[in-house]
């Protein structure tokens, strides 16, 4: 099926309202992931609504892993024996404005913490591009958004709460205990089960964000710098076709002196002139307001709206970090690729991350520039796509989104993870006869 005819037939299913994708969710036997392209190996799901009721699980289980919103593509949260689900376990805990943070239950989602934190005159730093996500599962896999001076999600937690498999209760904290605690933060689900984090905030802000459509690949070659610092956040959107990339989505602060002032051409791109999808052929009705109208910051950081689905939908992602100062050359090697990658692709997005000091973020100790796909759902050529891309981006020692799919080797891994037998050690002393360790940290993390 060609992306045109694929794209039609699922555009319809996008207009439904999510409640209807939750309904089909719960009208399925089996557990599956958000996507559909992972069905989880037991459907037993256990929930709890204190901590004393996640330690009194935790003591009484040999194995179990928690489950976050299932925004995974991959089997990093699964289990074959049984899940511990934290969602009632979404409040705030407490807001400290001197200090600038908070203090949330694990099982908090950015689309409910967002709202209360700008109604209280606070804002995160940054955001992924979807609000429905928790809190927890994006600071375990270092999910991120886009700005080359924004760290992770995960560079926001400054303590958290972890419940050891002996049941007992951690309190980690950055200033305290920094080693473990970098150690901990991109935890992988590997520690134990985190009940509350603690998060930096700072003072609400005022957002705008501009789409350009059609930037030449020359362009980007020869400015890549001067686009990607153009705004506070920078996503390019690009199908790989035509020497272009599809899209440029500019998010800047409105505050004097980071404000972006849109021109009709940047860099040979021309200014949009009504709100886009990253899929230019699919309704904006999910995006984030766009054309300049300005709109508090959680409303503009994601590109997709809470209360719609994110996203296409039926999809599945991959994503690779590559050092900063091989950008360039890292997306043109894919750009060779573009023939083999376009049929399977829907689209892909180009976004820079900040270096940070957590042992296993694909950004430690380096910034990053993220090369992401949004494939259709075919795994069998997915698979083998994979495995040139990966290829071509070896040489960038290229790490691999730990929530989405890949087929880097834990060889490899371990190579390119230089806290990886740290991160082993950690694990090891909070979970000795590996509980919280399911098949895909066994083979990626534990293996080597
Ligand atoms: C449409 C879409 C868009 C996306 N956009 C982005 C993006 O912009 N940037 C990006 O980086 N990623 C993105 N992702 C990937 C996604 O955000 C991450 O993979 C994230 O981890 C999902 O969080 P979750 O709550 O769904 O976690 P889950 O998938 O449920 O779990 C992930 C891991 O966290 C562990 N976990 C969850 N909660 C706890 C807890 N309380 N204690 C211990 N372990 C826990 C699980 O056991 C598992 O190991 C996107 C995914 C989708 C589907």
Known sequence: MNKRTFIRLFAATLASPPVMRLLAWAGQEKLRNWAGNLEYSTARVHTS??????????????????????????????????????????????????????????????????????????????????????????????????????????????????????????????????????????????LGVLTKVTLDIQPSFMMRQYVYENLPLGELKDHFDAIESS????????????????????????????????????????????????????????????????????????HFRMGFTPSAGKELQSEYFVPRPHAVEAILAVERLRDHVSPSLLISEIRTIAADSLWMSPCYEQDCVTIHFTWKPDWPAVSKLLLMIEKELAPFDARPHWGKLFTISPAELKRIYKRLPDFVEVSKRYDPQGKFRNEYLNKNIFST
Request: glycine share 8%; charged share 20%.
């Open 231 to 302: 705004g506070y956040s920078v996503s390019l959107f690009t199908d790989w076709q035509k020497q272009r990339v599809n899209e440029v989505w500019i998010k800047s602060r409105v505050e004097a002196g980071q404000a972006f002032h849109a021109t009709p051409d940047f860099f040979g791109a021309k200014l949009a002139t009504r709100n886009l999808h990253p899929i230019a052929e699919l309704s904006a009705e999910n995006c984030t307001e766009q054309m300049g109208v300005p709109g508090p910051w959680f409303e503009r950081l994601p």
């Open 49 to 190: 609504s204190s901590l004393d009721q996640v330690q009194d699980y935790v003591k009484t289980e040999n194995k179990l892993k928690v489950l976050g919103t299932r925004h995974c593509f991959n089997n990093i949260a699964d289990s074959k024996d049984a899940f511990l689900s934290l969602k009632p376990m979404d409040q705030v805990i407490a807001i400290d404005k001197a200090k600038r943070t908070v203090t949330v239950g694990a099982g908090i989602t950015y689309g409910q913490l967002c709202p209360y934190l700008d109604r209280n005159g606070f804002a995160l730093h940054n955001l992924a591009s979807l609000p429905h996500i928790s809190v927890a599962g994006a600071c375990t896999t270092a999910t991120h958004g886009s700005g080359q001076k924004n760290g992770n999600l995960a560079t926001a937690a400054s303590a958290l709460e972890i419940v050891r498999a002996d049941g007992n209760v951690v309190n980690l904290s950055r200033e305290r205990d920094r080693e473990t605690f970098n150690g901990a933060v991109v935890g992988l689900g590997a």
